[in-house]
């Protein structure tokens, strides 16, 4: 089959880690020892987030008095699919060396005219407390909410239109070469009046532009990996239960949390939805891959459930 993995951020940085370079070295090796098995048989494209290690490049941007202005957030977003993609590469070659593995740089197109840029949500990089978020937003001319308890930076996040480097990593997949990309979800880009693509200031949900990519590679799978074993519905009450099998119109029902579980099953929903008979999406988590895939262990979707 083909699929397409979309990798938490926690496989990455856990909840609480010092975001240390070290750290994230050895959750990617643990992390690749679990995917390393389903690029035995089968087309794989892992994508990833970026979250924590964008917002760390932002902040020393914005610290460098060297610099009249900090570096633009497609240029952030580009470093870390380089970062993270050099990471994921070594990683998983060191479980597979026979094997071919290739990290793409990718753009991904986005509209100007995408109300999300007059209306930022997506939180990026460190917590802090409200004083020194205001401090930081009048520093830096940041965007500051209130994420739970903390307060953080929020910037655009536009819905992801095409995938530029879709033919490339379709080639790839052709030639039996497993596929990093994505990362992020991919350099926000948009098209000039000329057709010229230029950068912009946001970040694209990973998982978004995880299906949409799934859906233009024809895949048979998107799994979508994270720190739970199932969608549950009743999260935190004493109704809570795990979702298994289950459809994309059962999932749009459910109220799930906007900052965390929901746009991954916006995710699956517009993957399975799009794609029709035949294909199907699962979230679960990391260590049970393989069960994902033959759906097995977490949440399974398809138009039948």
């Known amino acids: 089959m083909r699929i397409v993995i979309a990798l938490g951020g926690n496989a990455l940085l856990q ?5 240390d370079a070290a ?40 610290s460098d008095a060297r610099l009249s202005q900090p570096y633009p957030f497609d240029a952030l977003g580009a470093m870390t699919q380089g970062l993270i993609g050099y990471w994921i590469l070594q990683a998983v070659g060191n479980e597979r060396p026979y094997r071919q593995f290739a990290a793409v740089l990718n753009q991904t197109l986005v509209d100007a ?10 939180f990026v990089g460190e917590t802090y407390d409200q004083a020194t978020a205001r401090e930081l937003s009048d520093r830096h001319g940041w965007q500051v909410r209130q994420d739970g308890e903390h ?40 098209r ?18 995880a299906a949409l990519l799934a859906h233009r590679l024809k895949a048979d799978r998107l799994v979508v990996l994270t720190d739970v074993p199932a969608v549950v519905e009743g999260y935190g009450t004493d109704r809570a239960r795990e979702i298994r099998r289950t459809t994309p119109a ?23 939805e799009a794609g029709g008979r035949g294909v199907a999406a699962a979230v679960g988590n990391l260590e049970e891959a393989e069960a994902l895939v033959r759906g097995d262990a977490g949440t399974y979707v398809t138009l039948e459930g």
């Open 151 to 190: 307060w953080r930076r929020v910037v655009a996040s536009p819905r992801p239109r095409e995938i530029i480097e879709t033919r490339l990593i379709d080639h790839l997949l052709d030639e039996s070469v497993i596929v990093v990309c994505a990362g992020g979800g991919g350099v926000p880009v948009v």
């Open 113 to 122: 005219d995408d109300p999300a840029f007059s209306d930022p949500t997506k």
């Open 192 to 209: 000039t009046e000329t057709g010229d693509l230029r950068g912009v200031e946001a970040v694209i949900d990973k998982d978004l532009s």
């Open 23 to 62: 750290a994230q070295v050895e959750n990617i090796r643990r992390a690749m020892h679990a995917l390393a098995p389903l690029t035995d048989d089968h087309e794989v494209v892992i994508t990833h987030g970026n979250g924590p290690q964008v917002g760390i490049l932002a902040m020393e941007s914005a």
């Open 250 to 272: 059962e999932l749009r029902a459910l109220d799930l949390p906007a900052g965390s579980m929901g746009p991954k099953v916006e995710a699956v929903c517009r993957f399975v």
């Open 15 to 19: 909840r609480g880690q010092v975001p």
